[in-house]
C-alpha cells in the first residue's frame, strides 16, 4: 500500500504568512493528489484535485505543486479562516490513503 | 444541491454489528463512484471502502477488509456499510463520500458523519 507522509504535523503562524505544507508518497502517484481543508467539527473540504488545480470557489492564496512522490500545499497569505487541519490524499490507487494531517495554529 | 446524510451510528458492543447508510440528493446518484471514510476521536482520516456506481466493484482498507461490507441501492440512491466483528479500534466518525467520477477517486462532497463507538 502507499504510505503518505505529511510535514509538519504542527504549524504555529501568524494572519499573512506564507504557509508551507510538505507530502511525500512512498512510492510515485504522478500527480494523483488531492488537498483537503478540515475544521472542527466538521467535514473535510477539497481544496486542490490532481496536485495543483484548484477546486472551484477555493480562493487563490492557496496552490498546490509537486509530482511523483513529493508534494506542497501553500497558502500565499494566511487568512484568520484559514486556520485549519490540512490532509493530503493520493488517488493512484484504488485504496486511497491520506496523510496524517497538518494542524496550522495561530501564533 | 448536493447532500450526503449518513445515519445508523450507535454505541455497540465488542464483536457485534451494525449497519450505516447514507443517503444521496442532489445528484445522479448511479452515475458515481462512493466511498465511505472514518475518522477516530481526536485522530486523522482513514479510507474505508470504495463502491462502483452499479456496486460490481468493492474495495476495502486492509483493517476492515473481511469484516465490513460497502453496498449501494441505486433505486433508494442510498449507500450502506454493513460493520461485523467490530472492535474498540472501529470507534469512529465514519462519513459517506462522493467520488469524483471520470476514474478520478478523490471525494468532492462528503456528509457530516455517523458516529459509531465500540465499547463494553
Known amino acids: 500500500d502507499i504510505q503518505m507522509t505529511q510535514s509538519p504535523s504542527t504549524l504555529s503562524a501568524s494572519v499573512g504568512d506564507r504557509v508551507t505544507i510538505t507530502c511525500r508518497a512512498s512510492?510515485?502517484?504522478?500527480?494523483?493528489l488531492a488537498w483537503y481543508q478540515q475544521k472542527p467539527g466538521k467535514a473535510p473540504k477539497l481544496l486542490i484535485y490532481?496536485?495543483?488545480s484548484l477546486e472551484s470557489g477555493v480562493p487563490s492564496r492557496f496552490s498546490g505543486s509537486g509530482s511523483g512522490t513529493e508534494f506542497t500545499l501553500t497558502i500565499s497569505s494566511l487568512q484568520p479562516d484559514d486556520f485549519a487541519t490540512y490532509y493530503c490524499?493520493?488517488?493512484?490507487?484504488?485504496?486511497?490513503?491520506f496523510g496524517q494531517g497538518t494542524k496550522v495554529e495561530i501564533k | 444541491e448536493v447532500q450526503l446524510v449518513e445515519s445508523g451510528g450507535v454505541v455497540v458492543q465488542p464483536g457485534g454489528s451494525l449497519r450505516l447508510s447514507c443517503a444521496a440528493s442532489?445528484?445522479?446518484?448511479?452515475?458515481?463512484?462512493m466511498h465511505w471514510v472514518r475518522q477516530a476521536p481526536g485522530k486523522g482520516l482513514e479510507w474505508v471502502s470504495l463502491?462502483?456506481?452499479?456496486?460490481?466493484?468493492?474495495y476495502y482498507a486492509d483493517s476492515v477488509k473481511g469484516r465490513f461490507t460497502i453496498s449501494r441501492d441505486n433505486s433508494k440512491n442510498s449507500l450502506y456499510l454493513q460493520m461485523n466483528s467490530l472492535r474498540a479500534e472501529d470507534t469512529a466518525l465514519y462519513y459517506c463520500?462522493?467520488?469524483?467520477?471520470?476514474?478520478?477517486?478523490?471525494?468532492?462532497?462528503w456528509g457530516q458523519g455517523t458516529l459509531v463507538t465500540v465499547s463494553s
Open positions: 463502491i462502483s456506481w452499479d456496486g460490481g466493484s468493492t
Open positions: 442532489g445528484f445522479t446518484f448511479d452515475d458515481y463512484a
Open positions: 490524499q493520493q488517488y493512484n490507487s484504488y485504496l486511497g490513503t
Open positions: 463520500a462522493k467520488d469524483m467520477g471520470t476514474g478520478d477517486r478523490y471525494f468532492d462532497y
Open positions: 490532481k496536485a495543483s
Open positions: 512510492q510515485s502517484i504522478s500527480s494523483w
